[in-house]
């Protein structure tokens, strides 16, 4: 049963870097079947996709998103099975839940977010 | 980045068939990518992560129940639920994938059974 489990403070002060983890369980990600993204929730809103990274530690960032250029670091470790989201000088519009999730690499899947983490609720406040 | 457009809500009563939309352009919605049409489907209730429910416009993961179903028509996709049940209200988002507007979500519709 493949789970997906994020992990990071809840709350993060102003001006500071979130820092995330998700922890892949029931899969591998050095597989190379899947892309590992990032997802997040304003409160009350909806769904904006921050970026995906790859096994071999290639990423893509939304390109749509001016809030988050140049503030984002993906990061992958396969030995722990593990990939991190990292967004620098947070603001209170940073606040969100975080979920990390699974995309498939086949042309049939792509685009498709089959599994997902939780969510982890982040806070930026002082 | 404009998020596609579906309607705020939507309601019926059980039994019932509803149908949600899902428009955006056709760098969205209305591309593909080498002929594939990358538009996904999830459910998500209060305080819990999505689930997908249709990925490829049409298809149903395992496990998904056979009354959802999806389609699209130009730029504009849709999402019908039929035999309405309870557990069937949540929120709802669509999602497509192109080359030029990788990984964008619908505005959300929540789903009201009456």
């Known amino acids: 049963q493949v789970q997906l489990q994020e992990s990071g403070p809840g709350l993060v002060k102003p001006s500071q870097t979130l820092s995330l983890t998700c922890t892949v369980s029931g899969d591998s990600i050095s597989s190379g079947n899947h892309y590992w993204s990032w997802i997040r929730q304003h409160p009350g809103k909806g769904l904006e996709w921050i970026g995906y990274i790859y096994y071999t530690g290639s990423v893509f960032y939304n390109p749509s998103n001016p809030s988050l250029k140049g503030r984002l670091t993906m990061s992958v470790d396969t030995s722990k099975n593990q990939f991190s989201l990292k967004v620098s000088s947070v603001t209170a519009a940073d606040t969100a839940v975080y979920y990390c999730?699974?995309?498939?690499?086949?042309?049939?899947?792509?685009?498709?977010?089959?599994?997902w983490g939780q969510g982890t609720t982040v806070t930026v406040s002082s | 980045q404009s998020a596609l457009t579906q309607p705020a809500s939507v309601s019926g009563s059980p039994g019932q068939s509803i149908t949600i939309s899902c428009t955006g352009s056709t760098s969205d919605v209305g591309g593909d990518i080498g002929g594939y049409t990358y538009v996904s489907w999830y459910q998500q209730y209060p305080g819990k992560a999505p689930k997908l429910m249709i990925y490829g416009v049409s298809n149903r993961p395992s496990g998904v129940s056979n009354r959802f179903s999806g389609s699209k028509s130009g730029i504009t996709a849709s999402l019908t639920i039929s035999g309405l049940q309870a557990e069937d209200e949540a929120d709802y988002y669509c999602?497509?994938?192109?080359?030029?507007?990788?990984?964008?979500f619908g505005t959300g519709t929540k789903v009201t059974v009456l």
């Open positions: 999730a699974r995309e498939g690499t086949m042309v049939t899947t792509r685009g498709a977010f089959d599994m």
């Open positions: 999602s497509s994938y192109t080359t030029n507007r990788p990984y964008v």
